[in-house]
């Protein structure tokens, strides 16, 4: 997350060859000594920072798509013409140099700070409401923003911190590699500048759809214009004796990470309940830590419903070669102070047991409300619910997509982001689809793997490359179409397998 000392490359202030910079690939330099990249399309050329200001990968390897270029980590995309984040994850804009062609060659003159003027939005609602401080509220109230909106944004968070990155709780955070001040997405100073009213470790008790209200904790009102329901999951918890005791953790919020890391001083064993993505994530951090760690699953091969058995297989062997110690095909069915027991009638010795089975999204408020409810909120294309002007987003929603054909609900980070920005957007008039392609990644120490569309049921799984190797790509398909696609050291693949699912989607229209 942190930026290298060295630059590499050309200075581009001293100008470099034309004929070195060739369409659709980004060349490495500097300007300066500030990292940047140069891009071409067509005859125009552009100078625009080198890493992605989300958690600054390497835009050099990344995708050119027309006039813009995306991040081959975490596919956040910016506009190589004004620099400006166009898709989370990423909300800054990169820096950029005005380019001159002189008899050949090429230079990056000064940096241009100027930013592009906000539009004016079609509607303007005289307040917004905002329930929930996760991806998709503070993506929601950024967005809002950034689109010109001028009116009052109140966001209300049940969480006591302010926004923060989610995902980093099981990754670095977890293990220790990553700060406490990486994790918020703003400082509370941004919160005031944008006059956004946030409401921490609040809750709204009813909504009063008709009258325009919510009625909060406490008997506070507020009223509201257009809202947005971003209430988000709560994890599953396990229907075990025990599994509400003082061994027993689940991962959800920065302050579950915190107990989590202050149980692990001292303790020597650890048991995670879960093989999936949060539950191995867990695994590889506590082993980070250098505890003694112990999986317990019910399938035969983890994360293979997903990934397949061959990748699924990939990541039990690399946990293993790490000393994780699995136990599949089991469950627990008591958890005691010092370890569980096992329905095979076995036992676990350890002093912590972290539980990953899942999340339910927390659709009551909405439900409540009388909106249209079923396995999530439901929603229209532009994330509308059953009534107008109430939009919603990330865990809880249910959209039609494109690329199933069916409605679906994922629960994943960025879609969550990009759903809110959406939402935002609609809010003012703006009539957008959401059809991003949904996308997630997940750390198992050294390796990262990445997944793009979506297929919770498949007939067929094709390996290209073998996992072992550290680079392959699983295509999924269901009835002959193909839904996802999941990569291991592909980054440009996992890309380009994304503007695939658009413009199939774009097709469809």
Same mark, same amino acid.
């Given at each position: 997350?942190?930026?290298?000392?060295?630059?590499?490359?050309?200075?581009?202030?001293?100008?470099?060859?034309?004929?070195?910079?060739?369409?659709?690939?980004?060349?490495?330099?500097?300007?300066?000594?500030?990292?940047?990249?140069?891009?071409?399309?067509?005859?125009?050329?552009?100078?625009?920072?080198?890493?992605?200001?989300?958690?600054?990968?390497?835009?050099?390897?990344?995708?050119?798509?027309?006039?813009?270029?995306?991040?081959?980590?975490?596919?956040?995309?910016?506009?190589?013409?004004?620099?400006?984040?166009?898709?989370?994850?990423?909300?800054?804009?990169?820096?950029?140099?005005?380019?001159?062609?002189?008899?050949?060659?090429?230079?990056?003159?000064?940096?241009?700070?100027?930013?592009?003027?906000?539009?004016?939005?079609?509607?303007?609602?005289?307040?917004?409401?905002?329930?929930?401080?996760?991806?998709?509220?503070?993506?929601?109230?950024?967005?809002?923003?950034?689109?010109?909106?001028?009116?009052?944004?109140?966001?209300?968070?049940?969480?006591?911190?302010?926004?923060?990155?989610?995902?980093?709780?099981?990754?670095?955070?977890?293990?220790?590699?990553?700060?406490?001040?990486?994790?918020?997405?703003?400082?509370?100073?941004?919160?005031?500048?944008?006059?956004?009213?946030?409401?921490?470790?609040?809750?709204?008790?009813?909504?009063?759809?008709?009258?325009?209200?919510?009625?909060?904790?406490?008997?506070?009102?507020?009223?509201?214009?257009?809202?947005?329901?971003?209430?988000? +999951? #709560?994890?599953?918890? *396990?229907? /075990?004796?025990?599994?509400?005791?003082?061994? %027993?953790?689940?991962?959800? =919020? $920065?302050?579950?990470?915190?107990?989590?890391?202050?149980?692990?001083?001292?303790?020597?064993?650890?048991?995670?309940?879960?093989?999936?993505?949060?539950?191995?994530?867990?695994?590889?951090?506590?082993?980070?830590?250098?505890?003694?760690?112990?999986?317990?699953?019910?399938?035969?091969?983890?994360?293979?419903?997903?990934?397949?058995?061959?990748?699924?297989?990939?990541?039990?062997?690399?946990?293993?070669?790490?000393?994780?110690?699995?136990?599949?095909?089991?469950?627990?069915?008591?958890?005691?102070?010092?370890?569980?027991?096992?329905?095979?009638?076995?036992?676990?010795?350890?002093?912590?047991?972290?539980?990953?089975?899942?999340?339910?999204?927390?659709?009551?408020? +909405? #439900?409540?409300?009388? *909106?249209? /409810?079923?396995?999530?909120?439901?929603?229209? %294309?532009?994330?509308?619910? =059953? $009534?107008?002007?109430?939009?919603?987003?990330?865990?809880?929603?249910?959209?039609?997509?494109?690329?199933?054909?069916?409605?679906?609900?994922?629960?994943?980070?960025?879609?969550?982001?990009?759903?809110?920005?959406?939402?935002?957007?609609?809010?003012?008039?703006?009539?957008?689809?959401?059809?991003?392609?949904?996308?997630?990644?997940?750390?198992?120490?050294?390796?990262?793997?990445?997944?793009?569309?979506?297929?919770?049921?498949?007939?067929?799984?094709?390996?290209?490359?073998?996992?072992?190797?550290?680079?392959?790509?699983?295509?999924?398909?269901?009835?002959?179409?193909?839904?996802?696609?999941?990569?291991?050291?592909?980054?440009?693949?996992?890309?380009?397998?994304?503007?695939?699912?658009?413009?199939?989607?774009?097709?469809?229209?």
């Amino acid at each position: 997350m942190s930026q290298g000392a060295e630059t590499i490359g050309e200075d581009f202030a001293l100008g470099i060859d034309s004929a070195a910079v060739v369409e659709g690939a980004p060349v490495r330099g500097h300007v300066g000594g500030k990292d940047a990249i140069m891009v071409r399309k067509g005859d125009e050329v552009f100078v625009v920072g080198a890493f992605c200001t989300h958690y600054h990968g390497p835009l050099a390897e990344g995708l050119v798509v027309g006039d813009t270029i995306r991040c081959p980590w975490h596919h956040a995309c910016f506009s190589l013409r004004d620099g400006q984040a166009l898709r989370a994850p990423a909300f800054d804009a990169l820096a950029r140099w005005r380019v001159e062609q002189v008899d050949g060659r090429i230079f990056a003159r000064e940096r241009v700070k100027t930013a592009p003027p906000r539009p004016v939005p079609a509607r303007v609602p005289r307040a917004v409401a905002i329930i929930g401080g996760g991806a998709a509220g503070f993506a929601a109230a950024h967005a809002l923003r950034a689109e010109g909106y001028d009116g009052p944004i109140e966001m209300i968070s049940a969480d006591s911190a302010e926004p923060y990155d989610r995902p980093n709780l099981s990754k670095d955070y977890l293990a220790g590699t990553a700060q406490p001040e990486w994790l918020p997405l703003r400082d509370p100073a941004w919160y005031r500048e944008q006059r956004i009213d946030l409401r921490l470790g609040r809750r709204v008790e009813r909504l009063d759809l008709s009258g325009r209200r919510l009625l909060l904790d406490g008997g506070e009102t507020r009223d509201f214009d257009a809202l947005l329901l971003a209430t988000g +999951a #709560e994890p599953v918890r *396990l229907p /075990v004796p025990g599994a509400e005791g003082s061994t %027993a953790f689940y991962l959800r =919020s $920065v302050a579950d990470a915190d107990r989590l890391i202050a149980a692990c001083s001292g303790a020597r064993r650890a048991a995670v309940i879960g093989a999936s993505f949060i539950g191995l994530e867990v695994a590889a951090s506590l082993r980070a830590r250098g505890l003694e760690v112990h999986v317990v699953a019910p399938e035969a091969v983890p994360m293979a419903r997903i990934l397949g058995p061959d990748l699924g297989a990939h990541v039990r062997r690399l946990h293993e070669s790490h000393g994780v110690v699995f136990h599949l095909e089991n469950t627990a069915t008591e958890i005691g102070p010092g370890g569980l027991t096992l329905k095979n009638g076995g036992a676990l010795a350890a002093d912590i047991v972290a539980i990953g089975v899942g999340v339910r999204p927390n659709t009551a408020l +909405a #439900e409540a409300a009388g *909106l249209s /409810v079923d396995k999530g909120v439901l929603v229209d %294309a532009c994330l509308e619910t =059953s $009534v107008p002007g109430v939009y919603a987003a990330g865990d809880i929603a249910r959209w039609p997509d494109r690329i199933t054909g069916e409605a679906v609900r994922v629960e994943h980070w960025v879609v969550a982001e990009r759903q809110g920005q959406t939402a935002a957007r609609n809010m003012l008039g703006r009539g957008e689809r959401f059809d991003a392609a949904p996308f997630f990644w997940s750390q198992h120490y050294d390796q990262a793997i990445s997944y793009i569309g979506h297929a919770p049921a498949w007939d067929r799984a094709e390996l290209s490359g073998d996992p072992a190797s550290g680079s392959c790509e699983v295509s999924y398909f269901a009835g002959g179409r193909k839904l996802a696609v999941a990569t291991l050291g592909r980054d440009l693949d996992s890309l380009r397998a994304e503007v695939a699912f658009e413009k199939a989607m774009g097709a469809l229209l």
